[in-house]
């Protein structure tokens, strides 16, 4: 916002403004301001899971099922859901030869799909999955896929 003001009044001092268009102009930065501070955060409450992508589905799961005793909650011949405490999980996806992160997902308190989507989509940011009232994915500025649900949400398995 500083650089937009410090813009304004270059374009004022150099004449290529005048006195009237400089005030409106600080006044309608102002009204925008005060919306956006008025906006309530999707507040994160929790990393609800987080998804990695790996070679061999089976060695990984067992892995994590015997080392950190985490229990498996669901699974398809492609995904597996392991428990992690009493709210959140870790999934495992059979990916190709690149082990890597496919994915983190955030617990927003109060989720409402299309209130994160449209202050999202006001951000100018791209979304990955369908409609779901549930739960989507998007990528944020940097490029890092996120998901997004209630708290509650227990995943699933395809």
Same mark, same amino acid.
């Given at each position: 916002?500083?650089?937009?003001?410090?813009?304004?009044?270059?374009?004022?001092?150099?004449?290529?403004?005048?006195?009237?268009?400089?005030?409106?102009?600080?006044?309608?930065?102002?009204?925008?301001?005060?919306?956006?501070?008025q906006e309530k955060p999707s507040r994160a409450v929790s990393i609800n899971h987080i998804t990695?992508?790996?070679?061999?589905?089976?060695?990984?799961?067992?892995?994590?099922?015997? #080392? &950190? @005793?985490?229990?498996?909650?669901?699974?398809? =011949?492609?995904?597996?859901?392991?428990?992690? +405490?009493? %709210?959140? #999980? &870790? @999934?495992?996806?059979?990916?190709?030869?690149? =082990?890597?992160?496919?994915?983190?997902?955030? +617990?927003? %308190?109060? #989720?409402?799909?299309?209130?994160?989507?449209?202050?999202?989509?006001?951000?100018?940011?791209?979304?990955?999955?369908?409609?779901?009232?549930?739960s989507f994915k998007f990528f944020d500025p940097d490029g890092f896929h996120v998901q997004v649900n209630a708290p509650d949400y227990v995943g699933h398995v395809?």
């Amino acid at each position: 916002m500083i650089q937009t003001i410090e813009a304004l009044l270059n374009k004022f001092e150099s004449g290529k403004m005048s006195r009237r268009q400089l005030v409106i102009s600080l006044a309608t930065l102002a009204v925008a301001a005060k919306a956006r501070a008025q906006e309530k955060p999707s507040r994160a409450v929790s990393i609800n899971h987080i998804t990695v992508k790996v070679p061999d589905l089976h060695r990984t799961s067992n892995f994590y099922q015997e #080392f &950190f @005793g985490m229990p498996l909650k669901q699974h398809s =011949a492609k995904t597996h859901i392991l428990g992690v +405490g009493d %709210a959140c #999980f &870790f @999934g495992i996806e059979q990916g190709d030869s690149q =082990a890597r992160v496919d994915h983190y997902d955030f +617990g927003i %308190a109060g #989720f409402d799909a299309d209130d994160v989507r449209a202050k999202l989509t006001k951000l100018n940011l791209k979304f990955d999955s369908g409609n779901s009232k549930e739960s989507f994915k998007f990528f944020d500025p940097d490029g890092f896929h996120v998901q997004v649900n209630a708290p509650d949400y227990v995943g699933h398995v395809s």
